[in-house]
């Protein structure tokens, strides 16, 4: 994930096309007479961002991803803005939604939109309520009462790791299959790219997976038809790879067909730890 605004999650090639934040302080001027006013510091300004981002059908739902913003604006939601390494930007509140549309067909259906949010940042009014709140969350029972209960949180295990990596997988194959099927094997340049950055992350992940089936530590050492299956899979992606400078549409299709069977395969050999993971074993 490269970065969370509310309940709208952003990762792969779903993220930020621009970002700009910006920050101000404010002074008030105080006049004098036959002279120059004082400059007096009154504080910080909140703090603006400008985001843009593209919508496309290849790796999200165009329409459901802007309604979703969109709602979050109607609704006056605070949206706390968490980046993928954990670190919290502030809370923000959408001020404004700008949307183009990219790509369309002859009937009305859009498959991308160039979208531009403006945001301006929420602070607390009551900091001391707040604090009191969040003392009396994490406080130890007193007397007769108890404290508020705790959600507890599972830690990740060696299957949930296997399980995670194969979904990656997975993921960016359906985005490449959905670039392909959309232009019958043309890609335009864009396109391209964006197969291009979906077949390095499989072989990033195929690699991944390939060295855990081969250490001891991990659950997946010794597990023959999941390295194969990754094998495979990597072989696929390198031989897509390859293919692209051609640009040969009836290429591009079949080599498209033979990564899909191969990730296939691969989420077949890899059930046992996708169910473990479920059951968090």
């Known amino acids: 994930m490269y970065a969370q605004l509310g309940t709208n999650i952003?990762?792969?090639?779903?993220?930020?096309?621009d970002y700009y934040r910006g920050s101000g302080v404010t002074y008030a001027e105080q006049p004098l007479i036959d002279d120059k006013p004082d400059l007096q510091f009154t504080g910080a300004n909140l703090d603006e961002l400008s985001?843009?981002?593209?919508?496309?059908?290849?790796?999200?739902n165009p329409e459901k991803e802007l309604q979703s913003l969109k709602d979050?604006?109607?609704n006056g939601e605070v949206l706390p803005?968490?980046?993928g390494n954990g670190k919290l930007a502030g809370s923000f509140v959408i001020t404004d939604i700008r949307e183009r549309i990219e790509d369309v067909d002859g009937v009305g259906n859009v498959f991308s939109y160039l979208v531009d949010v403006e945001l301006k940042e929420y602070v607390a009014k009551d900091k001391l309520q707040s604090q009191q709140a969040e003392n009396r969350k994490n406080a130890t029972a007193v007397g007769n009462k108890k404290p508020v209960a705790q959600k507890k949180n599972n830690p990740s295990t060696c299957a949930t790791t296997i399980s995670g990596i194969i979904t990656k997988v997975k993921n960016h194959?359906?985005?490449i299959n959905g670039t392909v099927l959309l232009g019958g094997g043309s890609l335009t340049t864009e396109g391209k790219f964006e197969t291009s950055s979906h077949l390095t992350a499989i072989k990033l992940l195929c690699q991944d997976l390939i060295k855990r089936t081969g250490d001891s530590s991990?659950?997946?050492?010794?597990?023959?038809?999941?390295?194969?299956?990754?094998?495979?899979?990597?072989?696929?992606s390198d031989s897509f790879t390859a293919s692209l400078p051609v640009m040969q549409p009836d290429i591009i299709l079949q080599k498209n067909s033979d990564l899909v069977?191969?990730?296939?395969?691969?989420?077949r050999n890899g059930q046992s730890f996708l169910t473990s993971s479920i059951l968090r074993k």
């Not at 985001?51 to 999200?60: G, K």
């Open 261 to 267: 069977s191969a990730v296939a395969d691969l989420k």
């Open 81 to 83: 803005l968490l980046y």
């Open 10 to 17: 952003f990762e792969n090639l779903k993220s930020f096309t």
């Open 51 to 60: 985001l843009r981002m593209r919508l496309h059908v290849t790796f999200c």
């Open 72 to 74: 979050s604006m109607n």
């Open 218 to 236: 991990s659950c997946a050492y010794g597990s023959d038809g999941l390295s194969g299956s990754a094998e495979s899979t990597l072989s696929a």
């Open 173 to 175: 194959s359906d985005a």
